[in-house]
């Protein structure tokens, strides 16, 4: 009979990589060709999860992942977003931007959110006619509902909910979550943590590399040529697709979520005073290491620009296109003024690089450094943050690192995360370690 990592063109621990799934959008990536690879450590299957600041939904990345830094072979095996309701959406929203959530809301939603990813594992595993049973281990983000790891007079903290726990016991599945806190316990900002993921998968000998991703907030990895992973820089920018997505809730009365290609600011004039008020604010001067989040440029936020734009009588298209042309510009400001050196290329993915309008003034504002979604032989564009904490999970089952201190300001290196044992716990400790009992 076929098992069902057979199914997934894999033989069960054998290390050996074969043929996609079809079902769903798959694609081959690795930092090094598998002949580089160290055979001795076995093929994992891990699902990554993602759910970001723009609280669209679960993204599932089914990943194989072998060997060992620097040289790991990942193969994205699967994708696909399930996306919140809007009851989701709202609960979410409210603990993360409302002043009124109380304990109770936010330990509640620390459950249902664990129970709407677990819904979403068994959904996916269900559309790739795979069984809880195949996968080695779920890596689980989180959803982030507060991020304040630079408030004066306030100890550094991040809070992601989802209990990795009860994700565990409903699918069997050992899985680790909790990524951002051990960073933070280091002293560092607990993001950007997909620097090092980007080092292993993306790093070029011939070319100085940006990968930019553009979710609720946007994030940068600078790479120069044949970097080691001390030459590594990252941060976040400031807003991506937040700021965008509220404007449009606001002029559509919550019709449209987001900014359909970016249809809204291709129309709309942007306000160059405004843009430039806007542009003022000193986080974009700020040199990495840095991170930001919903405390700065949430829904509260975004309301109160949306009163300045009506006080001086912008058309809502124009306050579109000006809040569009802020994530593009402040993108654009950090690659020109935080990075050194030559930059040959600028790798966009994330939600924001679906908003053509985006896309488009980013390459106008880094002018001479060519723009582009990431290659279609290098990452499926929304895939790209679940599969980097896929990777990060399977370097803490392994005990080794997975952040960046020059880039999270961590006082040193740190295993992430924390590991909820599932069913399968015992048999994975002795995938990981034979001898382990």
């Known amino acids: 009979m076929t098992s069902g990592r057979e199914a997934f063109g894999i033989e069960q621990r054998s290390g050996q990589k074969g043929a996609p799934i079809t079902q769903m959008a798959c694609l081959h990536l690795c930092s090094r060709s598998s002949t580089d690879t160290n055979q001795d450590h076995a093929l994992m299957l891990i699902l990554g999860l993602m759910s970001g ?44 931007s409302s002043e009124q959530a109380g304990v109770a809301d936010v330990c509640e939603l620390n459950v249902l959110t664990a129970n709407w990813f677990a819904d979403a594992v068994q959904a996916t595993l269900s559309e790739v006619g795979a069984n809880a049973s195949d996968i080695d281990l779920i890596a689980s983000h989180g959803q982030t509902i507060h991020h304040a790891v630079t408030v004066a007079g306030r100890e550094p903290a991040t809070l992601q909910i989802g209990d990795p726990s009860v ?48 979710g609720g907030i946007a994030n940068l990895t600078y790479m120069p040529r044949n970097a080691c992973v001390d030459d590594v820089l990252a941060c976040d920018t400031g807003p991506g697709n937040m700021l965008i997505d509220r404007f449009v809730e606001l002029m559509t009365g919550g019709e449209a979520k987001w900014d359909q290609d970016g249809n809204i600011a291709r129309k709309g004039a942007v306000n160059e005073d405004w843009l430039c008020e806007l542009l003022a604010d000193p986080f974009f001067s700020l040199p990495p290491p840095k991170s930001t989040g919903r405390e700065q440029y949430g829904q509260a ?60 003034w980013l390459q106008a504002d880094l002018a001479e450094i060519p723009v582009a979604p990431l290659a279609e032989d290098r990452c499926e564009l929304n895939a790209k943050e679940a599969v980097a904490f896929a990777v990060l999970a399977h370097e803490t089952l392994h005990g080794r690192p997975g952040n960046l201190p020059r880039c999270t300001g961590a006082v040193q290196a740190t295993i992430l995360g924390q590991l909820a044992p599932g069913r399968n716990f015992r048999k994975l400790l002795q995938t990981v370690d034979p001898v382990a009992t």
């Open 301 to 360: 936020h975004a309301d109160g620009l949306w009163s300045q734009a009506g006080d001086r009588g912008l058309a809502e298209a124009d306050r579109v296109a000006t809040v569009t042309a802020l994530t593009s510009r402040s993108i654009a400001g950090a690659v020109r003024d935080l990075l050194p050196g030559t930059i040959d290329r600028v790798w966009l993915s994330g939600g924001g690089v679906h908003n053509d309008t985006l896309a488009a």
């Open 53 to 96: 600041t723009s609280l669209d939904g679960v993204d599932c990345a089914l990943t194989s992942v072998t060997g060992s830094p620097p040289n790991l072979a990942v193969e994205l095996k699967a994708f696909q977003c399930r996306p919140y309701t809007d009851e989701q959406r709202r609960r979410l929203a409210f603990v993360c």
């Open 167 to 214: 994700l565990a016991q409903r699918t069997g599945i050992t899985t680790v979550g909790n990524f951002r806190p051990a960073d933070v316990a280091a002293g560092g900002q607990g993001a950007p943590l997909v620097a090092y993921v980007d080092w292993l998968l993306y790093r070029s000998p011939v070319e100085a590399r940006v990968l930019v991703n553009i």
